[in-house]
């Protein structure tokens, strides 16, 4: 069989063929770098679209929140001085009362006899001694006589105040102007010396004791405003109400210092003791405060920057001094002015120098 033999291919052919396969390369290869080229021109001229804070003055004050009931300024539990029984009790809760006003009586029978005893032994006494002492005028009395009879009188005259004392325990009176607000006893129930008869409350001045930290009542003083609600009373939305005092010690369990507020106005607004009051409690002051988003702060190498938006529309990176954190927002101490446009987004996902377009301007 014979075997076939490919024809020749000329030099001059094979370099022709080879020529125009280098150069269709090289073509392709410019035209792919024209298309790179364009299309990073035409990135460079299309900005990001992106979302910007105007930094302006903020409050970032700290304010907490705390709760407790409302109660009178002063409350007393009147006791009994005497035991006995009860013979009449003249007053209930709600009762207004006046200083010095009877409000019940105990049976102090027993305490009267020996009050009318004493009475008459001193006009005995009296009598006694008024004999001795023109006797003495004349000399007919000695020194020692004389002496015994005034001292048995003096002794007289005590035992007489004693009884009328202990006579007055019979008649239980207020102390205090106020308002009955809880009686203890009832009529001919017996009662025992110093146990507690009425609680009698001034409702003219109403306050709230507050327990609060020992980490945030240094920055309180006395004076100063606080914003009071009390949910048991619709027709207002805030009461106004001062510290009044702050007590100098903290609880020993609770480690809380009571915090107390005047509300001046609560009684002609409704309010009662008992009521449930959330007090508004201003602990740091930080008003008129730059302060960015806290997701706009990154840290790099112990240096905290944001992304700030020039007047080229170009972003800049900004190192900043940062605050505290009040929720969403963190406080700039330096490196931004009011006016200053700065990305609310995360400044590490950009780049500086990239051109943007702002298309949601935040203030």
């Known amino acids: 069989m014979e075997r076939l033999t490919p024809p020749a291919i000329e030099p ?43 930094i302006q003055p903020r409050d970032l004050s700290r304010v907490i929140t705390v709760s407790n009931a409302v109660e009178p300024l002063r409350t007393i539990r009147l006791a009994g001085r005497t035991d006995g029984v009860l013979t009449d009790v003249l007053v209930e ?28 032994r001193l006009r005995e006494r009296e009598a006694t001694f008024e004999r001795l002492e023109q006797l003495r005028e004349r000399g007919y009395v000695d020194v020692a006589s004389y002496e015994a009879a005034r001292a048995e009188l003096s002794i007289a005259r005590t035992e007489v105040e004693l009884w009328e004392t202990r006579v007055e325990f019979g008649t239980v009176r207020s102390s205090i102007d106020g308002t009955v607000v809880a009686r203890y006893i009832e009529p001919g129930e017996a009662i025992a010396r110093h146990a507690a008869l009425f609680s009698i409350a001034d409702l003219s001045a109403l306050v709230v004791r507050l327990g609060v930290s020992e980490l945030d009542v240094g920055n309180l003083r006395v004076g100063d405003p606080v914003v009071v609600n ?8 805030q009461l106004a109400g001062l510290i009044r005092r702050i007590f ?67 972003l800049e990176r900004r190192v900043i001094e940062p605050g505290v954190i009040r929720g969403a927002w963190r406080e700039v101490l330096s490196g931004l002015v009011p006016g200053d446009r700065v990305i609310s987004a995360n400044p590490m996902e950009m780049t500086a120098g990239e051109r943007v377009r702002v298309v949601d301007l935040l203030s």
Do not use: W
């Not at 063929?17 to 298309?35: D, G, I, K, N």
């Not at 607004?269 to 730059?290: I, M, Q, T, W």
């Open 12 to 54: 001059a052919v094979y370099k022709r063929a080879l020529f125009l396969v280098t150069a269709t390369l090289l073509l392709l290869s410019a035209c792919a770098e024209t298309t790179e080229q364009a299309a990073s021109g035409q990135r460079e001229a299309r900005p990001m679209p992106v979302q910007a804070l105007e």
């Open 93 to 120: 809760e709600g009762d207004p009362v006046s200083a010095d006003q009877v409000l019940a009586r105990i049976d102090v029978r027993e305490q009267q006899a020996e009050l009318a005893r004493a009475r008459a």
């Open 230 to 237: 009390i949910d048991a009373v619709t027709q207002i939305e």
């Open 248 to 314: 100098p010690a903290a609880e020993v369990d609770s480690r809380l210092i009571t915090v107390e507020v005047e509300l001046p106005d609560a009684l002609a607004h409704g309010v009662r003791p008992g009521f449930l009051a959330r007090a508004r409690l201003l602990v740091e002051r930080r008003e008129d405060a730059l302060a960015v988003p806290a997701g706009a702060v990154a840290e790099s190498e112990g240096e905290f920057f944001v992304m700030v938006v020039n007047g080229d529309e170009r």
